[in-house]
């Protein structure tokens, strides 16, 4: 029993977190001196993390030092680091055809990928896919599209909201002002509306009763004094609010704004760039509001780190012409194929271990509300779950501070996780987290928090 014992502590021990030098270590110093130097200060970087290898959930860093990743390279190692199906595929595949261009021909990757995809998405309709390299691209397919499709400009998107950095992308970002900073005249025509933060509602009003008051001011206000609707060609949503904060929208919310949308003739577009591909325990998020949308952005997760864009449409609305939008690196072989295994994978068991290891690390967190006078509010689906931190549960008001110091003793004991709003923690680990690496983190986080009282 014994033995027993010791091995299957040997098993795990590999798989949790172990600090061997001072953050940075001496190699990992190297590194940051040089980037300092060479590389663009616009990154965000939260603490000094050196990745040198990764295996599952672990980071490896260049002087010996293994991380826990609760973050998953920003939501998109979805089957872990380097997974050995995902790995071997793209070596087979990079030995057979790495680039044709699917703008000018054809390959079987991208067609199987584009079905695959079309039978996923939410609806019974016929859809078609195109094709792109990151979540922002995504989004501006979605955009053009919306455009072109209904012969209206106006764009509707949500305060709080993040869509990319790319001009049109960055045009319905309201996430933080930074980000659009010195960079106008953005694209034009573009609306912002309060989303159902409930937490901090824009309107002061109580959830349970308020009627999604929100979505009034969309249809009272900026219909009829800012905007028409008949003007409107798409309202784009993130089903769960990423870097805005990992907020979840009631599910009336949703419903309603997609029959708002439905009743003008407006393209309900889902941006599930961060929320897709499994993260909240199902497929795509929008799933858990029982709502389809016209058109659905995926990016990061799909192809566990190959880069790769995908808008998906109904067929009736992807209907444009040749040439109209297109894409030189756009969906290449490689990625597809790591983003097929992926799916496999996923439906082969990566998914139900997301919905039980999210369950475990919603139980495992819910207690802080109770028991810290930090933490405001708990919340997510699946492995996509946020912790809110205040300074004073009555007022709610943010601290961003502190969570900034949970964020920073979270990597000086191994952990990564990152922030997202002002003042959010953002757990968004590996979909294959095991439950030994789920409860080690809940163990960090809690007394990081602790630690703040
Ligand atoms: C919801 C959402 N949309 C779009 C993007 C932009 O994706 P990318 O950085 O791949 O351009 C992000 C990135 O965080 C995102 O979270």
Known sequence: MKRTNEASSRDTAHKLPKIVTTLPGPKAKEVLDMDTKYV????????????????????TDPDGNRFLDFNAGIAVCSTGHCHPE????????????????????????QTRLARKLAQLAPGESPKKVFFSNSGAEA??????????????????????????RTMG?????????????????????????????????????????????CLRYLTE?????????????????????????????????VQKLRAITREHGIMLIADEVQSGIGRTGKMFAIEHFDVQPDILCIAKGIASGMPLGCTVADASVMDWKPGMHASTFGGNPISCEAALK???????GVMENCRQMGARLKERLAGLVESSPHVGDVRGEGLM?????????????????????????????????????????????????????VDFAADVLEAAIRELN
Do not use: W
Not at 40 to 47: F, L, M
Not at 342 to 348: D, G, K, R, S, Y
């Open 385 to 437: 779950v946020g912790i809110e931190m205040v300074t004073d549960k009555q007022t709610r008001a943010p601290a961003p501070a502190l969570r900034d110091r949970v964020v920073n003793r979270c990597f000086e004991k191994g952990v990564l996780i990152l922030g997202c709003g002002p003042n959010t923690v953002r757990l968004s680990p590996p979909l294959i987290i095991e439950r030994a690496q």
């Open 221 to 253: 206000t900026v219909f009829k004094k800012v905007v028409d609707p008949s003007d409107v060609a798409g309202i784009i949503m993130e089903p769960i609010q990423g870097e805005g904060g990992y907020v979840v929208p009631p599910r009336d919310f």
């Open 139 to 164: 989004v501006e397919c979605a955009m053009k599209l919306a455009r072109y499709k209904t012969g209206r400009t106006v764009m509707i998107a949500f305060i709080g909201a993040f869509h990319g």
């Open 169 to 213: 992308a960055l045009s319905l970002t309201a996430s933080k002002a930074l980000q659009r900073k010195g960079f106008a005249p953005l694209v034009p025509q573009v609306v912002h509306i309060p989303y159902a933060y409930c937490y901090r509602c824009e309107f002061g009003k109580d959830p349970k009763t308020c009627g999604t008051d």
């Open 40 to 59: 663009s200060p616009s990154y965000t970087r939260s603490y000094p993390l050196v990745a040198e290898s990764a295996a599952g959930s672990i980071v």
């Open 342 to 348: 992926t799916l496999e994978l996923l439906e082969a």
């Open 86 to 109: 995902i790995v071997k595929t793209i070596q087979d595949q990079a030995a057979k055809l790495i680039h044709m261009s699917g703008t000018d021909f054809y390959y079987s990757a």
